[in-house]
């Protein structure tokens, strides 16, 4: 199936939005088009979309957690929402909702982060 994804600034807020399967065929042009936008945008905080994704990986597990580590760098927040069941398992596995917040939907974490929608 692939995945595909797209990102939406908002002030400075990353809206990562992916839908498909992160394996590690996937995970290296995501994590570079990912650090890139983050990077040619002022962006500071991240609300990550993965109510379109049917499967992830450990490899996806570490994308998401290498830009946690940036985000956190800038002094921001990365909010997950619209968890898919078996991706939801799979971040309480990994131990990810310990230091990344999950709200039920963008509109709801957009708030929280201080950007009205």
Known sequence: MGLSYTFDVREDVLIVRLAG??????????????????????????????????FMDSSGLGVVLGRYKEVLQLGGEMVVCE?????????EMSGLFKIVRLEESEEFALETLGVAS
Do not use: G
């Open 21 to 54: 399967e992160i394996d590690h065929h996937e995970s290296e042009s995501l994590r570079e088009k990912w650090k890139e936008t983050m990077y040619t945008n002022s962006v500071k905080h991240v609300i990550l979309n993965l109510e379109a994704v049917s």
């Open 83 to 91: 968890v898919p069941p078996s991706i939801k398992r799979l971040f």
